[in-house]
């Protein structure tokens, strides 16, 4: 196929690939999510039984995740740091390595310290290191007009993993202990995770002679016989100089605004429903099968949510997520039978994970890649913040209320809080997305 360069003369395009070996890129991320946020999904069912055999109290069997989520919120703008320095394949291997030696280490817990240092800690840089910064980044590099759709795809393997493990590890850990449940686990990512990290991960279409999307490159001037320039990346409307570049930038606030509330909801509820769910009589079965359906939702949730931002954009359907949330967990404050939790899962699950990959895209598209794992990895503090504050928050309310639902209600405000932030988001004037369209 013919096409002009710059200066008018014939340049030929090669033939398009019959296959984009990105989606093999986004099919190892959606495996590697799938471990990570499955195993990650299921702490709440080690709660009870882990109180039981220590003496626990609802704060303190929760303290574990508290401090996970805090120093996972730590560790995300230094391995985002790392991921634009030296590529996320790298840092991916890694963690996939450290997330199978603590799921094996939690085994031999005997105090509460133990286990908060193993998954406190360990664990949470396990995740850091092979989960949302590193894969996102790692996608958005594979896929510009694409973006959208292969970010969905790929977060969709937590909701997957979860759907699957959640069940899964509280029916194993029901046929022996937690201990021999968390020793599977480990052996699970390390037989699975490692193989296809090693071999499939690339960081660059570039490392394979390929350009993003699959787009077909261009081959030799037809006159000269002279190999065509490549295309100088186009530079994102508020791409900084120097990362920290941001913290001057408006829309950078609301979006870390959003994902703080994001945080706040989800870790809070996922680590709570199990045991929130029992104490309203709901069996462990059915909870766990509720939070495993929310998840399978949220597959759709994901798919369609990418698929719909890269045509309308990301900031609509982002607020409208926030807010389907925030009517969910109202339908959670009055839930009481299993019909009512199973309901709840199905509207929380149109939206639960369905905001992470939108607001990835859109840091990518008002700021550019060149900074992109360093500045998601900082929107990944505030929501680890709000997770962890809201998860102790709820622990303690318990602990001292019985109940839940003055978390629940806070929560609930915060989501629309969220859902009007994410309104305000300027993208068509600041997205490279809607400056490419003008363009064209």
Not at 162 to 167: A, C, E, K, V
Not at 271 to 300: C, K
Not at 392 to 398: E, Q
Request: aromatic share 10%; with cysteine.
């Amino acid at each position: 196929m013919k096409r002009l360069s710059a200066d008018n003369t014939a340049m030929t395009t090669s033939r398009e690939p019959v296959f984009f070996y990105g989606w093999m890129i986004v099919g190892t991320s959606f495996l590697l999510a799938l471990l990570s946020m499955g195993i990650q999904g299921s702490f709440g069912n080690f709660i009870k039984p882990m109180s039981a055999e220590f003496g626990w109290d609802r704060a303190t069997a929760t303290l574990p995740v508290v401090v996970a989520t805090f120093m996972s919120g730590v560790f995300q703008p230094i391995v985002g740091r790392l991921v634009d320095r030296y590529g996320p394949r790298r840092l991916i291997t890694i963690g996939v390595i450290i997330l199978a030696a603590s799921l094996v280490s939690v085994a031999w817990t005997q105090n509460i310290w133990y286990f908060t240092g193993v998954y406190g800690v360990l664990f949470a840089l396990a995740t850091s290191c092979a989960g949302g910064i590193p894969n996102s980044t790692l996608n958005s590099h594979w896929f510009a007009r694409l973006r959208g759709r292969a970010l969905g795809i790929s977060s969709a393997g937590g909701g997957v993993g979860q759907m699957l493990i959640i069940p899964a590890s509280m029916l194993l850990m029901m046929q022996t202990d937690w201990r021999t449940t968390h020793l599977i686990l480990g052996g699970l990512v390390l037989v699975i995770g490692l193989p296809i990290t090693v071999l499939i991960l690339r960081n660059d279409p570039r490392e394979l002679g390929l350009l993003p999307d699959g787009d077909p490159p261009l081959a030799a001037n037809e006159e000269t016989g002279e190999p065509a320039t490549p295309q100088a990346p186009v530079r994102a409307p508020l791409e900084p100089e120097k990362w920290h570049g941001v913290f001057a930038s408006s829309p950078f606030w609301l979006l870390v605004g959003g994902f703080f509330v994001c945080g706040c909801s989800v870790i809070m509820v996922q680590t709570h429903f199990v045991p929130f769910a029992t104490d309203r009589g709901i069996s462990p079965h059915v909870a766990t099968n509720a939070l495993g359906l929310l998840h399978g939702v949220n597959i759709v949730g994901l798919l369609l949510g990418g698929m719909i931002s890269d045509r309308v954009g990301r900031k609509i359907p982002l607020a409208i997520i926030y807010f389907v949330r925030a009517l969910a967990i109202g339908l959670l404050l009055v839930a009481d039978t299993p019909l009512m939790f199973y309901v709840f899962a199905i509207v929380a699950g149109l939206s639960w994970f369905s905001s992470v990959p939108l607001t990835i895209a859109l840091t990518g598209e008002i700021y550019g890649l060149r900074h992109m794992g360093t500045l998601v990895g900082f929107v990944f503090l505030s929501h680890q913040i709000g997770g962890a504050a809201s998860t102790y928050l709820a622990g303690w309310l318990f602990d001292v209320s019985g109940s839940y639902n003055g978390v629940f209600l806070a929560v609930i405000g915060l989501l629309l809080f969220a859902s009007a932030v994410s309104w305000a988001v300027q993208e068509r004037r600041y997205s490279l997305k809607f400056q490419t369209a003008a363009a064209g």
